[in-house]
């Protein structure tokens, strides 16, 4: 099983709501990531988690505020975001920060108005 | 830095082989990777290819690596409409830190009947 699962698919926000996106990976993998994706663009890496603490932070804007609860989850808290934030979020896993493969999910589809 | 280059289309008749090409500068990569991402998907990683390697074959799939040229290519043999989507290729310097992959710019194939 090499699956990434992320919640939700789709996402429509205002710019003063609170919300939040959420991962899960049962493989047992240890590092964690979260990437931005806008349109007929490669992704961007934004944080990485490893062993649950934040190891990597892109230099991400505070509005998004990542947490990992514990080896499985991965949550992206968004707040006052704005409409330029809207994009494909997508969060991915490896074994380690230093395994050499990256799985990704679905994405979630995130649009600011 | 790293740099990875595709072209950005490529268009093939269903039944032909793709030829999918990257090229990357950073000498000390050590994997690369192609993946796939099909309209309003996440990214699925297709295939990797130590760098020790020159060639890795997966039923339809070819990849080919010319460490000297520093290029890359993927091949799709019997092309069919359910290949159209874009391949992104990816490289992580040495030591293999997933932490650190770079993208290419991607290569949106259209399979035509």
């Known amino acids: 099983d090499t699956e990434v699962t992320q919640t939700p698919k789709h996402l429509v926000m205002g710019m003063t709501n609170k919300k939040s996106l959420k991962c899960e990976q049962h493989?047992?993998?240890?590092?964690m990531y979260w990437y931005k994706q806008k349109a007929k663009k490669p992704p961007e890496l934004m944080f990485v988690?490893?062993?649950?603490?934040?190891?990597i932070n892109e230099s991400v804007p505070s509005r998004f505020s990542p947490e990992c609860p514990n080896s499985s989850l991965l949550n992206l808290h968004l707040h006052a975001l704005q409409p330029e934030d809207s994009a494909l979020y997508l969060c991915a896993s490896s074994q380690t920060s230093s395994g050499n493969t990256i799985y990704f999910g679905e994405g979630s589809w995130l649009t600011v108005v | 830095g790293e740099d990875v280059e595709q072209s950005l289309f490529l268009s093939v008749r269903e039944g032909d082989s793709s030829v999918i090409n990257c090229t990357y500068t950073?000498?000390?990569?050590?994997?690369l990777y192609w993946y796939k991402q099909e309209p309003g998907a996440g990214l699925q990683l297709l295939t990797y290819i130590f760098s020790n390697m020159d060639m890795k074959q997966d039923q339809r799939l070819t990849v080919l690596l010319n460490k000297k040229d520093k290029h890359l290519s993927l091949r799709i043999a019997d092309t069919q409409t359910g290949d159209s989507a874009i391949y992104f290729c990816?490289?992580?310097?040495?030591?293999?830190?997933?932490?650190?992959?770079?993208f290419g710019t991607g290569t949106r194939l259209q399979v035509t009947l």
């Open positions: 988690y490893s062993y649950e603490k934040l190891s």
């Open positions: 493989m047992g993998h240890r590092a």
């Open positions: 990816a490289e992580t310097p040495q030591g293999g830190t997933a932490s650190k992959l770079t």
């Open positions: 950073d000498s000390s990569s050590t994997y």
